[in-house]
């Protein structure tokens, strides 16, 4: 019998970043669970093949039920009504997670997440690079490179984390809730991105003080027309 070949580090394929964006709500009580769920694909890797790069993207909507998400934009409706009409949905939905711009699903299915996952490892994707990222008193300033072929958009988010929100309304009324990568910013970049040239986006929203939680930059490429993702990337930042 042969001897198996040994199979060296170096010779692993590299695993493929795959955006997952989570629209959820502090207001919304089927929205802890998915929370969780993102939570625990960020910090454990779990889905083979994939580095999931995320997004907690909470919604306004809920804020009528008697607690205000502190970490609601307006922003995230209209992101989250873009998607809405792409899947030709009747409304939107909390939760709702978004793999890669392509499945959609209800947030707190791991089934959901992991057939998802398994389809956005397997698509092509362009290498995307941050690099020079620094923050000052006017926001993050970057730059990326990329194979970009013109028919892509690229988007760039500030997230942070959230150790403790302290729920005193609403549905989740008394609950102590955590989230990872909240958003605090998104800009959409049309061209003029993929030569390395200095790019920047805003810093509001972001949480500064003793008990701030740590920030990175997400940057995605999308195709303008499907909204499909076609590469990502991260990057942590110090905190200025």
């Known amino acids: 019998m042969s001897p198996k070949p040994t199979v060296h580090a170096q010779d692993a394929k590299p695993a493929t970043p795959v955006l997952v964006e989570l629209f959820t709500s502090e207001g919304c009580s089927d929205c802890p669970p998915a929370d969780d769920l993102l939570a625990k694909l960020d910090t454990q890797q779990f889905e083979p093949g994939a580095h999931a790069i995320v ?20 922003q995230v409706d209209s992101r989250q009504d873009e998607y809405r009409d792409r899947f030709n949905l009747k409304s939107s939905y909390t939760p709702q997670m978004v793999v890669d711009g392509a499945e959609q699903f209800v947030g707190n299915s791991p089934r959901a997440l992991d057939s998802a996952m398994a389809k956005a490892v397997a698509a092509p994707k362009r290498p995307l690079e941050i690099s020079d ?3 000052d008193k006017s926001g993050v300033h970057f730059a ?6 013109g028919g892509e958009h690229l988007f ?3 997230a942070q984390d959230v150790s403790r929100s302290d729920v005193k309304g609403g549905e989740n009324s008394g609950r102590t809730l955590h989230h990872v990568a909240v ?6 970049i049309k061209s003029n991105f993929a030569d390395g040239r200095a790019l920047s986006i805003p810093a509001s929203g972001v949480n500064k003080g003793a008990d ?3 920030v990175r930059l ?3 490429l999308a195709d303008a027309k499907s909204g499909h993702v076609v590469g990502a990337a991260e990057k942590p930042l110090t905190m200025q």
Do not use: C
Request: glycine share 4%; hydrophobic share 50%.
């Open 218 to 220: 997400v940057v995605f």
């Open 144 to 149: 990326v490179k990329t194979s970009a072929t």
């Open 55 to 74: 997004l907690s993207e909470h919604v306004t909507y809920w804020n009528h039920q008697g607690w205000d998400d502190p970490f609601a934009l307006l």
């Open 133 to 135: 990222a620094a923050w």
């Open 183 to 188: 958003m605090r910013s998104m800009k959409e």
């Open 156 to 158: 760039a988010a500030i």
């Open 212 to 214: 701030a939680g740590a």
